[in-house]
């Protein structure tokens, strides 16, 4: 789907072009550049204020490789109305209360529930399991860094709803924070899996993907 701000970046587009068309007509290779980039902005989705493109892979698929039946598994009920922040906060709270372990590989939720330290990819796939498992829709996965200057990789939730956009860390954070309120050099995504669909952040490509 498209966001709203999608969808307004959209219309701005087809608008600025018919304005030129009717000034000048374009050469035919401009036509078709712009024809291309209008293709690559209807794959886009936007969420926590950011860009995310669809991608065939990322650099972190054979990592994802035990966790990949937990991202496409899960049952999305009609409604969220078992989902809520608060129920959230609570979830948050629990693995925030996991002492902090770095594993090489992603650890599965049942690993992580045995109390044994975990990081911040154990208790991000533990959290979405537990969402979809209780319905939660628009949940995703996201890699990326904690702030511009981290060396490592991150990973964390973000979650749109019809209330807004929320940002679950539960690796530091105790409770769900609206992605409105963290700063641009906080948070920065790289890339994002929901179920079987994977996404690559606008300008990520430059990035080295670290763990």
């Known amino acids: 789907e498209i966001s709203v701000r999608m969808a307004q970046l959209l219309l701005m587009v087809s608008i600025t072009v018919m304005i030129f068309i009717s000034i000048r007509p374009f050469a035919l290779r401009k036509m078709f550049a712009l024809a291309a980039t209008l293709v690559c902005l209807s794959t886009a989705s936007c969420f926590a204020s950011s860009v995310f493109f669809s991608v065939a892979s990322t650099p972190y698929d054979r990592q994802m490789t035990r966790i990949q039946s937990i991202l496409i598994s899960g049952t999305e009920t009609d409604s969220q109305a078992d989902v809520s922040v608060a129920l959230v906060n609570s979830w948050m709270g629990d693995l925030r209360d996991i002492p902090y372990g770095y594993q090489r590989e992603w650890k599965t939720p049942g690993e992580v529930q045995s109390r044994r330290p975990a990081d911040c990819k154990g208790k991000a796939v533990a959290l979405y399991q537990r969402m ?4 939660a ?16 990789t991150h ?22 924070c609206r992605s409105e309120q963290v700063g ?17 952040a606008a300008g990520s490509e430059t990035l080295v993907a670290n763990n």
């Open 137 to 152: 829709k628009n949940v995703r996965l996201v890699i990326g860094k904690r702030s511009t200057s981290s060396r490592a």
């Open 184 to 200: 641009r050099r906080s948070y920065v995504p790289l890339y994002a899996y929901a179920g079987n669909r994977k996404y690559r």
């Open 132 to 135: 979809k498992e209780h319905g």
């Open 155 to 176: 990973a964390w939730l973000v979650w749109e709803t019809d209330k807004g956009s929320y940002m679950l860390d539960p690796t530091f954070n105790w409770m769900a």
